[in-house]
């Protein structure tokens, strides 16, 4: 396939990003290269704009499923001790403070109980055969849209496809999500700050989740 699209050319950028994520774990960053390049080519013949979703949004994802299928193909990437052990420390910091507060830990929270990163944190969760559910309850008794926590590889699509994704959102709605999920606000309080109910900041939420959803899939 040829990369002489304007469109791919125009991200050759993303395929580096994407492939930079894999240096160093068995395969040489020339094949990881390629492979992003076809996953960047499938992506530009796949792309619809009229969906009103970016090209990046919708292309690094189909960049990493094609740089994945290299270690599927040769074998499953190996998962050092240490995070094999960060896995079992969060577990127990994890029961410890659900039975403490009542509430399963946000990621940053765990962060911060195992004095380290949320990078490793978020690769030494995705060891453990059953992934930790951050979903919580609402105060209205119904449940938020479950938006699963990306493996590690993948941080690179949080970077770039979270953002732009919420820098679509009008002023309001962003202020919304930025207050319970970057200020860790109840839906109460962040109902006082909007000059709103809970039920309506509930529903709004709910809302505004199921589009940045529909538009990171």
Same mark, same amino acid.
């Given at each position: ?24 774990? $068995?395969?040489? %960053? ?10 960047l +080519? ?12 970016? &090209?990046?949004?919708?292309?690094v994802?189909?960049? +990493? ?25 969060l ?7 659900? +039975?403490?507060n $009542? ?29 930790i559910s ?17 493996a ?28 319970? %999920? &970057? ?11 909007? $000059? ?20 990171? +899939?």
């Amino acid at each position: 396939m040829s990369l002489s699209q304007p469109l791919a050319q125009e991200n050759l950028g993303l395929v580096h990003l994407c492939a930079n994520r894999f240096k160093n774990r $068995g395969i040489e %960053y020339e094949e990881l290269y390629s492979a992003g390049c076809i996953g960047l +080519l499938k992506a530009v013949k796949a792309f619809d704009p009229n969906r009103g979703v970016l &090209f990046s949004t919708y292309a690094v994802p189909v960049i +990493l499923g094609e740089i994945k299928r290299l270690f599927r193909d040769g074998g499953t990437i190996k998962v050092s001790r240490s995070t094999k052990e960060l896995s079992l420390k969060l577990a127990r910091l994890r029961e410890e403070h659900i +039975l403490k507060n $009542g509430q399963e830990p946000t990621i940053s929270q765990l962060a911060q109980l195992a004095q380290e990163s949320e990078e490793s944190v978020i690769e030494a969760l995705n060891v453990s055969a059953a992934p930790i559910s951050l979903t919580q309850e609402n105060e209205d008794g119904t449940r938020q849209v479950d938006i699963p926590v990306d493996a590690p590889d993948e941080e690179i699509t949080e970077k770039l496809s979270l953002r732009q994704a919420l820098s679509a959102l009008d002023s309001s709605d962003r202020q919304l999500i930025c207050l319970r %999920y &970057f200020k860790s606000l109840t839906q109460t309080q962040t109902a006082k700050v909007l $000059g709103m109910t809970q039920v309506q900041v509930s529903r709004r939420e709910k809302k505004i989740l199921e589009r940045l959803r529909g538009e990171l +899939l």
